[in-house]
Structure formats: C-alpha cells, structure tokens
C-alpha cells in the first residue's frame, strides 16, 4: 500500500468528502478524477488525485497502521 507522502488539509477535506457524497465507492470517484486529469496532460492534478484517492482508503480502514504512541 502507498501511503500519502504530503497531504494539506484542501485533500483532507476533498477526501472526505467524496467519503460522504460516494461512500465505498469514493476511492475509485477520486481514481476516476485522477485518470482524467492524466489524459488530458495535467500531471499536477493527476498526482493530487492519485494522493487523496489514498487517503480515502486510510481514511475508511477500521486499524491503526504505524506505531501508537
């Protein structure tokens, strides 16, 4: 799994809410999002996409990854 390298809090609030408008179905709506943006030669937005499309998974896990401190 890749985790998200930077995230500012625009990404958190686009993650969640794609989470509220799409439910399980929010990480491919952002994956969607990303290949679109690649198509069109917006590598910038491709790769924003591509890190909020993961962070809606870490966002819907039910476990902790890392170490709890």
């Not at 990404?11 to 709506?29: K, T, Y």
Request: proline content about 1%; overall charge neutral.
């Amino acid at each position: 799994m890749y985790l998200p390298l930077y995230v500012n809090a625009r990404d958190v609030s686009e993650a969640q809410a794609l989470i509220a408008r799409f439910g399980f179905e929010a990480g491919l709506e952002a994956a969607e999002r990303a290949e679109k943006s690649r198509n069109v030669g917006n590598h910038l937005h491709y790769c924003r996409w591509r890190q909020i499309e993961r962070l809606v998974i870490l966002l819907n896990l039910e476990t902790t990854l890392g170490t709890i401190h």
